[in-house]
């Protein structure tokens, strides 16, 4: 059996080997390649439109309880959800 996590964009539940992982380092969001860095993650689907509802939302703040820089990234983390799909 596989595990199961869910996305912070559209809420619904996927298998953790198609999600990415995305924790906060020095309150700055980095993807985390390895699925392993220490700390809270928050998953997210390889979708633009995963990752532009969870920023409307502002699910990332939310769900790692930590304020998070996201402006900056955002450009990096759309472009490495756009070569994994």
Same mark, same amino acid.
């Given at each position: 059996?596989? +595990?199961?996590?869910?996305?912070?964009? #559209?809420? !619904?539940?996927?298998?953790?080997?198609?999600?990415?992982?995305?924790?906060?380092?020095?309150?700055?969001?980095?993807?985390?390649?390895? @699925?392993?860095? +220490?700390?809270?993650?928050?998953?997210?689907?390889?979708?633009?439109? #995963?990752?532009?509802?969870? /920023?409307?939302?502002?699910?990332?703040?939310?769900?790692?309880?930590? @304020? %998070? !820089? /996201? +402006?900056? !990234? %955002? @450009?990096?983390?759309?472009?490495?959800?756009?070569?994994?799909?």
């Amino acid at each position: 059996m596989n +595990p199961v996590r869910t996305c912070v964009g #559209c809420r !619904q539940h996927g298998n953790r080997a198609d999600l990415v992982r995305l924790v906060s380092i020095h309150g700055l969001l980095s993807v985390d390649f390895a @699925k392993n860095l +220490p700390g809270r993650g928050v998953w997210l689907h390889s979708s633009l439109s #995963c990752l532009e509802t969870a /920023i409307e939302r502002s699910a990332f703040s939310r769900a790692l309880k930590a @304020k %998070v !820089q /996201i +402006p900056e !990234q %955002v @450009k990096d983390l759309a472009k490495f959800i756009e070569q994994a799909e």
